[in-house]
């Protein structure tokens, strides 16, 4: 099955769903959107989405993370807008801001709040995790524990966690 198809299916979960129940934009003016070239990483297959879609509002270009899975090394794409989107298209993580998933050293999946969120967003800088919106939590988990179920998907999460570890470390 092609990606795009499951990652379409999990956008539906936070099309009506969003960190708290309000619009947090008017808090900060958007700060996550801001920003002439304003940059998220795509979730591995996810830019089967893009491929199929072929938004005018975005551009998908290559970053420098890589991860390993299966003797072949994998680059991961970022999804690049100039503050503006279809909001029905928005990769998955714009959908999850301020939150993201995380391995810990049991591979055991959390979500936490983003450490690379903390210098942007108000909520992340003072939210614990039981501040956001409870469905807004199960619907990550959700998502996550289902992609989760791919074995490359759970290699880019092992690389992925790790490069939230520097973040996390600079944010303490
Ligand atoms: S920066 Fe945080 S508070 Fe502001 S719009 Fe983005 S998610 Fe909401
Ligand atoms: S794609 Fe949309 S939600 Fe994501 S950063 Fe750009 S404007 Fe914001």
């Not at 936490?112 to 939210?127: L, Q």
Request: proline share 6%; charged share 25%.
């Amino acid at each position: 099955m092609n990606t795009a198809y499951i990652y379409l299916q999990l956008y539906k979960l936070f099309d009506d769903v969003t960190p708290v129940p309000v619009d947090c934009g008017q808090l900060c003016d958007k700060a996550c959107c801001k920003g002439d070239d304003s940059g998220m990483f795509l979730f591995p297959g996810e830019k089967e989405v893009f491929n199929l879609l072929n938004p005018d509002w975005v551009r998908i270009e290559k970053t420098d993370f890589t991860y390993d899975y299966n003797g072949k090394t994998y680059t991961t794409p970022i999804a690049m807008c100039q503050g503006y989107c279809d909001r029905y298209q928005r990769p998955l993580a714009c959908r999850i801001f301020p939150l993201t998933p995380y391995l810990d050293k049991n591979g055991h999946m959390d979500i936490i709040v983003d450490p690379r969120a903390k210098g942007v967003c108000p909520m992340a800088k003072g939210f614990y995790l039981e501040d956001f919106d409870a469905v807004f939590i199960k619907n990550i988990k959700k998502a996550f524990s289902l992609l989760m179920k791919n074995k490359q998907f759970k290699a880019f999460m092992v690389e992925y966690s790790k490069y939230l570890d520097e973040f996390k470390r600079f944010y303490k």
